[in-house]
Every structure is written in C-alpha cells, then in structure tokens.
C-alpha cells in the first residue's frame, strides 16, 4: 500500500523537488523519517505546532511552537525570509480539527513556491465514525476532509486530487489558471447545505466522495507519476464521469508469464562461495496476485506493489490473513527461501508474517493453516513495527519449477488491524551447489622382489 510518505517522495523524484517541509502535530505526521532519510532532498525542514518544548523523537525539529494552531509561526517565517515562498513540496498532517486543517492548508500556501506541491493526510475517511470533529484515541481523521474540500472548491484553478490510499493522500499543486476541474453549482450548494446541516457532512460526502475528492486510485498516480512503468504493469484509462469530473477505471492487459531466465537475477553470495543466489526482479515482485482473501472489504488494496522502493505492500483483514503469490517459476533444486518483511507504520501493533513455497493456492492456504511448522515454510513469526526482520523458508525437499513462492500477513488475536501497513521485499532463493566430483587415484600395487631377505 502506498503510504502518505511514498506520495511526497514519489512526486519530488518525478518534479525534481529538492526542499520539503513538514507540517504536523506531536500526534500526527509520524513520517519525518521517510523524508530526512531521502538524500533526494538539498533541505528537509519539520514545523510542530501545539508542541511543548520539551517535545523530542529522536528526529530534528526547525520551527517549534507551543500555539495551537500554525499561522502565526508561518507568518514569522514567511517575513523572516524577506516574503519569498521556501519549499518546493510541502506535507501537512494536520491535527484533525477544521481550523487547524484549513489554516495549516492556507500557511503551506503561503511558503510554497509556483508550481510547487502540498501533500495533504487523513483527506479520505472511510467511516463516519472516524470523521468526527471529537477527538479520539483510536482511529481518527477528524474533519480533515472537509478543509481540503473546501479548499479545492475555493482553488479550482489548482492542480488536485486524492490518491484512495492511507486514509487519502490529497495532492494540490501551486499553478495558474489550469481550470482543472470546477464543480457544479448544484453539487457546491449540496456540499455547503450537508456542512451546515444538522446531521452533518458525511453522509453527502459518502456518496459524492469521488467528485469532491477528486478521488484516483495507488495505481493511477503510479501511471502517472511513478516511474516509468514496465510491460509488467496494469495500464491505466482516464475516462470522464457522467457528470464531467474525472474518473479513473482500469483496463487489465494481457500480462507477460516470465521465464526463468527472466524472473531471476542470479548472483554469487560473497560470503558464501559454495552457495548460489538468486534475487527476485522487480518487474516479477509486480506480477503478484493477491491469492486470500477472495474477496477485500476494505477500500484500501490488500496488496499493492510499490515501485519507487520495489516492494510489496500488503493489508492485513481484521480477521484471517492475506496471502500472495509470485507467479515466477523457480529454478530446480532450491532449498531456502527468504525475504525481508517490516510493519511500517509506528503506532502498528505486532502482526505476523509466513512464507511458504507450494505448488498451488489451496496446498499454500492449508501449510498456513496449520499450527505446525510446514516442511517447505517459515511458519508464522511475529514482527513488531519498525522492525525489518528476515523471514526465511527452509525446505526438507527442494522445490521443483513448479512450485510458487507465498507470501502471508495477519494479524493476531491481540493485535489490531489499525496502522497494519505491511511491506515484503528483497526476496532471494538460495541452491545447495552440486557436490564436486573429486578425482580419486587408483591404489598403486606395490611390486614384490623374489627371493629371501638376505
């Protein structure tokens, strides 16, 4: 699943964007690491309002201030630097009241430079429950949305839209007279009548959701900003909604089956010469499949794979698991399976990952299945978030080309589907060389001298 952070760093390595700040809460944002980690950036800045001074996470914080809200610290900012916008992207995550929302929307706007981005959290809500203006300590996006509705329908001029992934990445980009989309005046009054509302908003924001978000899906800004996509890809169709905005549907293309000697990029372990590797490619990480559950409650994708870092993101359901399968075909005689798993997101709770190699879906499903250690498995280890751990899959029998590679997240019974964003990558297989043959001499007879010693 792409995550608020992948967004920003996508669009600044397609935009060449070198100056980012963050704009967020002690509560929020919990993404500076993404940022200050990417040598992409020549200035990676982080503004904390409602923020005590004794506040530290172990990351460097620019502007500090102990307001409630972010203006008056931008404002000083903004004269501070003689009133010339500082940033080429800019990542606000709010705290999720409609104040702070919307004047943290118009204080980026202020230190933004012409054709430059903000990248906005929590803008997609997917239950009324989450979006409300009270503040809760599960779950909550507040009424986030409703700012950045607001603000799109003040700025039709701007570039924006909503990416349906993390609780909606909205995008708006800092340009001129582009008349990208401008709503009806019927669905504006609809809008300002649910607002004012006794009942509220969400209702009317449910069922127009994708007009006033301008709502694409992970794999439409991949198309569109991510890198420039393989033949492996699901190729994308803008099509335009009845009502005049934009719309995405997805047109799935015949999909190349990868060979052997395509799927595997084979090299020599170096601290291992008598063992042979082999890394799986990404172009073969995106051929995969989601394989259980059949069917996803969840608006959010329970596998995506994201590009920029060559990863699989996987989304655990509240119950059972989600499983995958690379549909590569392995090269005979593999013996070990391993991959490299992490739970992204800080405030995740433990999940646990499996890997299994199995000829079919349902000989997978039943080795995960089962309490007991699967002869060709990792069985089920626990992983807490912020934790890369190896996942490795010894075989008591080598894998034969006809068997698959499985990959599996749930969540445990104590655990919570909140924040579950899960990541699998740098898949390798390892082959026990084949014993080399040694020449053996063959015994020399010794000659025997006739006669007694004398």
Not at 367 to 377: K, V
Request: proline share 8%; hydrophobic share 40%; with cysteine.
């Amino acid at each position: 699943m792409l995550s608020k952070y992948d967004i920003v760093n996508c669009l600044a390595e397609k935009f060449d964007f070198r100056s980012v700040l963050e704009i967020s809460t002690p509560t929020t944002g919990a993404s500076f690491r993404a940022l200050s980690n990417n040598s992409h950036y020549n200035r990676c800045d982080r503004l904390v309002y409602n923020c005590d001074s004794w506040f530290s996470d172990g990351f460097p914080v620019s502007y500090q201030t102990h307001d409630i809200f972010s203006n008056s610290i931008v404002s000083a900012i903004h004269t501070m630097n003689g009133s010339s916008p500082l940033y080429d992207i800019i990542f606000v995550d709010s705290f999720h009241s409609y104040q702070s929302s919307i004047l943290d929307l118009y204080s980026a706007l202020l230190l933004l430079k012409t054709g430059g981005m903000i990248v906005v959290h929590d803008c997609n809500p997917l239950s009324a429950k989450i979006a409300q203006p009270e503040v809760r300590d599960d779950e909550w996006c507040g009424v986030s949305y409703q700012a950045f509705i607001d603000f799109r329908l003040a700025h039709p001029d701007f570039l924006s839209f909503t990416v349906d992934t993390d609780y909606g990445v909205g995008v708006i980009q800092k340009v001129s007279g582009s008349a990208e989309w401008c709503a009806d005046d019927q669905l504006e009054l609809g809008w300002r009548a649910a607002v004012s509302g006794r009942s509220g908003p969400y209702n009317f924001f449910h069922k127009n959701r994708q007009v006033l978000l301008g709502l694409i899906s992970s794999s439409s800004f991949l198309e569109k900003f991510g890198p420039e996509p393989g033949d492996h890809l699901v190729r994308l169709q803008q099509l335009s909604a009845s009502d005049g905005a934009p719309a995405v549907d997805v047109a799935a293309l015949s999909v190349p089956t990868p060979t052997p000697t395509a799927a595997w990029e084979v090299v020599t372990v170096a601290l291992d010469d008598d063992q042979t590797s082999a890394v799986i490619a990404s172009s073969v990480m995106g051929l995969a499949r989601q394989v259980a559950p059949s069917a996803w409650p969840g608006r959010v994708p329970a596998v995506t794979f994201l590009a920029p870092s060559a990863q699989l993101g996987v989304h655990p359901p509240e119950h059972g698991l989600t499983a995958t399968v690379i549909p590569a075909e392995l090269p005979s005689g593999i013996t070990r399976v391993a991959g490299q798993v992490a739970t992204v997101h800080p405030e995740a709770t433990v999940l646990e990952y499996a890997l299994v190699v199995a000829p079919d879906s349902a000989s997978a499903l039943a080795a995960l299945g089962s309490t007991a250690r699967p002869p060709s498995g990792s069985g089920w280890i626990a992983v807490p978030p912020n934790t890369p751990t190896s996942i490795v899959a010894e075989m008591t029998v080598p894998a034969s080309p006809a068997d698959r590679i499985y990959l599996a997240t749930r969540v445990p019974p104590e655990g919570s589907v909140s924040y579950a964003w899960a990541t699998w990558s740098a898949l390798t297989i390892f082959r026990d060389p084949p014993p080399i043959a040694v020449a053996v001499p063959a015994p020399v007879a010794k000659s025997r001298r006739n006669g007694r010693r004398g």
